[in-house]
């Protein structure tokens, strides 16, 4: 039988906003310029850019997601970090496509891009605020470019972690105020009464039922923040091995460094204490 459910399709776009259009897919796609005839320069170049964008959408869940838990609207927010999590999950994914450029492909174009690297990646950095990793010389790279003004925002502001402490503390749980009332530009310290306040949360889980699901899901989120991370690293030592990076750090054993950064201190401990 003929075909003809295609038919009636739209087929006119001279004066409508087609697909295209509104995807500004001419922008997006111009957007890969590889700056050398290696053939695997194209797939770096599009890795990289697939990961930046669901950055973007994490930046967008996570800011909105932040913004409600400080309003005390908690289930919207869990959903917005469960779409967070799907995305880390997407990113780290990505790898599988990047193994397979082999150290040979990459050493044919890693001398054309001089010291770009992820690690002026401004929408990580931002993230890593956002979740609480707050190293201001991370901003360095940054301070000619019109953003720097939204990294120090977030550096001044409460995380992630800093506004679920706050939710507990106005559901009763009690938080001393040297924690609520920190310095949020300083690294979180850890503190024992916090500890036994998400003890309490995971004791009783009925009666805290919506902040033990905000506790299981800033796991959630933390432990995809450390698979990217790991995944990272292995793509680097397989494709690089102990070389300096283009960044400009150690390489190797700075991203091994980055694996000890604990992002939710309490909700780690309390796995132990329980
Ligand atoms: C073969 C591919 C890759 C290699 C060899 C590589 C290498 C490195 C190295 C050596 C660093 C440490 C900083 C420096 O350059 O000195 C770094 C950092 C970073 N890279 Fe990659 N990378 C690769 C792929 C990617 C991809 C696909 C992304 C996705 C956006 C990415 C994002 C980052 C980020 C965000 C950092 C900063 C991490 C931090 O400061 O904790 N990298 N990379």
């Known amino acids: 039988m003929k075909d003809t459910t295609y038919r009636t399709a739209h087929t006119d776009f001279s004066r409508e906003l087609s697909y295209g259009d509104y995807l ?8 890969q310029q590889p700056l050398t005839k290696a053939h695997d320069e194209v797939l770096f170049i599009v890795v990289h ?20 838990l400080e309003e005390g609207v908690v289930d919207p927010a869990l959903k917005m970090l ?33 010291k770009a690297s992820g690690f002026q990646s401004y929408q990580y950095r931002l ?3 956002l979740l609480g990793n707050k ?25 992630l972690y800093d506004l679920s402490l706050r939710l507990l503390h106005r559901r009763g749980l009690s938080i001393p ?32 039922w919506e902040l033990y699901y905000l506790a299981e899901k800033l796991v959630d989120v933390e432990e995809n923040f450390r698979r990217w991370r790991f995944n990272h690293l292995t793509t680097v030592e397989r494709t690089i091995g102990h070389k300096q990076g283009t960044g400009g750090t150690a ?9 000890e950064v604990v992002l939710f201190p309490e909700l780690w401990q309390v796995r132990t204490l329980l």
């Open 24 to 31: 500004r897919l001419d922008a997006l796609l111009e957007a």
């Open 49 to 68: 850019q697939v990961q930046e964008l669901w950055m973007k959408l994490i930046i967008h869940e996570l800011t909105s997601a932040m913004a409600l």
């Open 82 to 114: 469960s779409r967070v999590c799907r995305a880390q999950e997407q990113m780290s994914q990505s790898w599988e496509v990047l193994t397979t450029m082999t150290p040979a492909d990459y050493l044919e174009f890693r001398w054309a891009f001089g």
């Open 127 to 129: 993230i890593e605020f």
């Open 135 to 159: 190293q201001p010389f991370m901003m360095r790279p940054h301070r000619h470019r019109p953003e720097y003004g939204r990294l120090e925002r977030a550096l001044h502001s409460p995380s």
């Open 177 to 208: 105020s040297e924690v609520l009332a920190r310095d949020f530009a300083q690294p979180y310290q850890p503190h024992p009464a916090v500890a036994e306040a998400w003890l309490a949360v995971y004791r009783q889980t009925e009666r805290y």
């Open 251 to 259: 390489g190797v054993p700075y991203l091994r460094r980055a694996l």
